[in-house]
Every structure is written in structure tokens, then in C-alpha cells.
């Protein structure tokens, strides 16, 4: 007989871990084993990564959660390989080789491709992706053979480093590092990079070494994680406020605090500011003021947001470690 499965009693836990997502694990898979690691009640992540895609994946706990989309929208920073002369079915090392071609391009053509897909571009979704069409993921379609109509979106290509490149030998290929807007698939610009060479080409690596503010410097990993004692796992956090980095900040009074905390706005001589990360006075006396949540500034008025529960902030205080670096 199987012995029965220990129960995970879950508790409150808020903040961002900032994970080095391995490779072989949906974004979704190690969200979970994290969640479970932590004992969390609940949890996302901001913005997924492909099983063969490894590197930064800010996983949000608790409060955190409600802050999550404004990092969905925050520009990626990639590093990749281009393996030229093969295309894939799927357009990384997953797919079966449908395509072989001769590479005949020079360093000079290479350089020259490269910059024609710098600044915004339109890019038509790739077959093997999560967006969806009419309720039904596109890899669904994929899996059972079927292509459909996908409309070109455009995204912008901020910086393009070629950091090497071999075009003879058995697997000629360059390597790149790609910032890029939100959306951008890099299977897609790895194929037209090799379509714009002549020669087609596919992804066989991707790392994503940075979104938005977070680098890879800062991430921990699964194993590390799993390795740490109970309490040493939550120290890892870092304050919910980190989704907010590059907000305006506006701090109330204990009065204005509450009545922003019901969804009154409030007037003050601010400037007008799309985004305002906004503090009050602490629960339990600490002097570190308390995250009420977000807003903006339009005429002098202070307009809620996102906002966060009293029983959210109460826990944020009693349950937080000091704020990570």
C-alpha cells in the first residue's frame, strides 16, 4: 500500500522571488514546485518561459500577485543560438529538421541582417506558442497538424549584440543577445534572421538574462531553494514594492491613508504621474511606512489604483523579512 500523502498546510506569504527558471520545466511547473517550497497560498509568475527557454522568472506570492501585469509589460533581455542551414517544425532543437540549406553568407551580410531588425518590426506568432485563437492555445492546433491564420503583431527590437559566430563547419551558428519589447518571440526573429541570410535557421539555446529592473545576478535557483531550511526559503523574498521600481512615490498620512484605502481619492499639490506606488503610516509602529498600492496624479488628485487589503498589509508586516538587496 502507497503511504499517504503529507498534507502541505499552506499559510500567507507575500513578496517576489526572483528564480533561475532551469531548463526542461514549464514556467507553470516551476511556479508550483516554488509555491510549494514556500507553503504559499497563492501565486503567478510575470510572463512565461518556454521548457527550453532558461533564466529570469520573477515569481509573485500573496499581495504581490495584484502587481504582476504592470512587470508583464516590462522590455526582456535574451541570449541565444542561431543554428543556420536547418529549419525545424517548431523552430528550436524540439522540432523535426523539415528544411536544409547551404550557408553562404559572409560576417559582412551577417552584420548587415542584423540591423535590418533593429528598431520595431512585425512578427507573425509562431504555431508553437500559448497565444490563443478563438479559446484554443496554438500549440493545440500544432499538436494535431493544423496550421491557422495568425495576424502579425508588431514589437520592438531595442539592441541586437552579435557575440559570436561561426558560418563553416558542421553547425555554423551565431549567438545573440536580444532587448526586446514584450511579446517578442525570439523563435520568430531567430527564423527571419535565418530566412534574411539565405539559409534558414533555428533556435538550439535560450536564457533570458533580464526583465526589467531583475538580472540573473539576483535570481536563486529550484535546487537552492529546496537545499535552505524553512525560514531561510522566505528570506529570499523581496518586498512586494519591487514590482513598483520606477513608480513615483507618495506616502499619506494616517487619516488620507484609510480613505485612499476605501477608493477615495485625495488631493495634494502632486504633479501629474500615470504611475504612483503609494505608502501610509505602518500597522505596528515600525518606521518603514506600509505599501497601500497603486495610483495615478491627474489635477492634483491622487486616483487609486491597485490596492492592497488591511488584512494583506497586516500580514505583509508580521510575516516579511527585512528587505533583500
Given at each position: 500500500?502507497?503511504?499517504?500523502?503529507?498534507?502541505?498546510q499552506?499559510?500567507?506569504?507575500?513578496?517576489?522571488?526572483?528564480?533561475?527558471?532551469?531548463?526542461?520545466?514549464?514556467?507553470?511547473?516551476?511556479?508550483?514546485?516554488?509555491?510549494?517550497?514556500?507553503?504559499?497560498?497563492?501565486?503567478?509568475?510575470?510572463?512565461?518561459?518556454?521548457?527550453?527557454?532558461?533564466?529570469?522568472?520573477?515569481?509573485?506570492f500573496?499581495?504581490?500577485?495584484?502587481?504582476?501585469?504592470?512587470?508583464?509589460?516590462?522590455d526582456k533581455?535574451?541570449?541565444?543560438?542561431?543554428?543556420?542551414?536547418?529549419?525545424?517544425?517548431?523552430?528550436?532543437?524540439?522540432?523535426d529538421?523539415?528544411?536544409?540549406?547551404?550557408?553562404?553568407?559572409?560576417?559582412?551580410?551577417?552584420?548587415?541582417?542584423?540591423?535590418?531588425?533593429?528598431?520595431?518590426?512585425?512578427?507573425?506568432?509562431?504555431?508553437?506558442?500559448?497565444?490563443?485563437?478563438?479559446?484554443?492555445?496554438?500549440?493545440?492546433?500544432?499538436?494535431?497538424?493544423?496550421?491557422?491564420?495568425r495576424?502579425?503583431r508588431?514589437?520592438?527590437?531595442?539592441?541586437?549584440?552579435?557575440?559570436d559566430?561561426?558560418?563553416?563547419?558542421?553547425?555554423?551558428q551565431?549567438?545573440?543577445?536580444?532587448?526586446?519589447?514584450?511579446?517578442?518571440y525570439?523563435?520568430?526573429?531567430?527564423?527571419?534572421i535565418?530566412?534574411?541570410?539565405?539559409?534558414?535557421?533555428?533556435?538550439?539555446?535560450?536564457?533570458?538574462?533580464?526583465?526589467?529592473?531583475?538580472?540573473?545576478?539576483?535570481?536563486?535557483?529550484?535546487?537552492?531553494?529546496?537545499a535552505l531550511?524553512?525560514?531561510?526559503?522566505?528570506?529570499?523574498?523581496?518586498?512586494?514594492?519591487?514590482?513598483l521600481?520606477?513608480?513615483?512615490?507618495?506616502?499619506?498620512?494616517?487619516?488620507?491613508?484609510?480613505?485612499?484605502?476605501?477608493?477615495?481619492?485625495?488631493?495634494?499639490?502632486?504633479?501629474?504621474?500615470?504611475?504612483?506606488?503609494?505608502?501610509?503610516?505602518?500597522?505596528?509602529?515600525?518606521?518603514?511606512?506600509?505599501?497601500?498600492?497603486?495610483a495615478?496624479?491627474?489635477?492634483?488628485?491622487?486616483?487609486?489604483?491597485?490596492?492592497?487589503?488591511?488584512?494583506?498589509?497586516?500580514?505583509?508586516?508580521?510575516?516579511?523579512?527585512?528587505?533583500?538587496?
Open positions: 500500500m502507497h503511504a499517504p500523502r503529507t498534507r502541505v499552506r499559510r500567507p506569504v507575500h513578496g517576489v522571488l526572483l528564480l533561475d527558471k532551469p531548463l526542461g520545466l514549464s514556467s507553470n511547473q516551476a511556479l508550483q514546485k516554488a509555491k510549494w517550497l514556500l507553503r504559499a497560498e497563492k501565486a503567478g509568475h510575470t510572463g512565461t518561459l518556454d521548457p527550453l527557454a532558461s533564466g529570469v522568472l520573477p515569481l509573485c500573496g499581495a504581490a500577485t495584484k502587481f504582476s501585469q504592470m512587470h508583464l509589460d516590462a533581455t535574451y541570449e541565444t543560438t542561431v543554428r543556420l542551414g536547418q529549419k525545424t517544425s517548431t523552430g528550436d532543437a524540439e522540432g529538421v523539415v528544411q536544409t540549406r547551404d550557408v553562404t553568407c559572409t560576417p559582412g551580410q551577417v552584420v548587415e541582417a542584423l540591423d535590418g531588425f533593429m528598431g520595431p518590426i512585425s512578427q507573425v506568432p509562431p504555431m508553437h506558442s500559448a497565444l490563443k485563437k478563438d479559446g484554443k492555445a496554438l500549440y493545440e492546433y500544432a499538436r494535431e497538424g493544423e496550421t491557422v491564420e495576424e502579425p508588431q514589437v520592438v527590437i531595442h539592441d541586437l549584440e552579435l557575440l559566430m561561426r558560418l563553416s563547419g558542421d553547425e555554423p551565431i549567438r545573440l543577445r536580444v532587448r526586446c519589447s514584450k511579446g517578442t525570439i523563435r520568430t526573429l531567430g527564423e527571419d535565418g530566412e534574411a541570410l539565405g539559409c534558414g535557421g533555428h533556435l538550439t539555446s535560450l536564457r533570458r538574462i533580464a526583465t526589467g529592473a531583475f538580472n540573473e545576478s539576483r535570481c536563486t535557483t529550484l535546487q537552492a531553494l529546496e531550511e524553512e525560514g531561510d526559503r522566505l528570506a529570499l523574498l523581496r518586498p512586494v514594492q519591487t514590482l521600481e520606477g513608480h513615483a512615490v507618495v506616502t499619506l498620512g494616517t487619516e488620507d491613508a484609510g480613505r485612499f484605502l476605501s477608493g477615495l481619492r485625495r488631493r495634494g499639490d502632486w504633479a501629474d504621474c500615470e504611475q504612483v506606488a503609494v505608502f501610509g503610516p505602518s500597522l505596528d509602529d515600525s518606521p518603514q511606512p506600509a505599501l497601500l498600492g497603486t495615478h496624479v491627474r489635477a492634483g488628485e491622487l486616483i487609486p489604483g491597485r490596492l492592497l487589503s488591511p488584512n494583506d498589509i497586516r500580514q505583509i508586516q508580521e510575516t516579511s523579512p527585512e528587505t533583500a538587496t
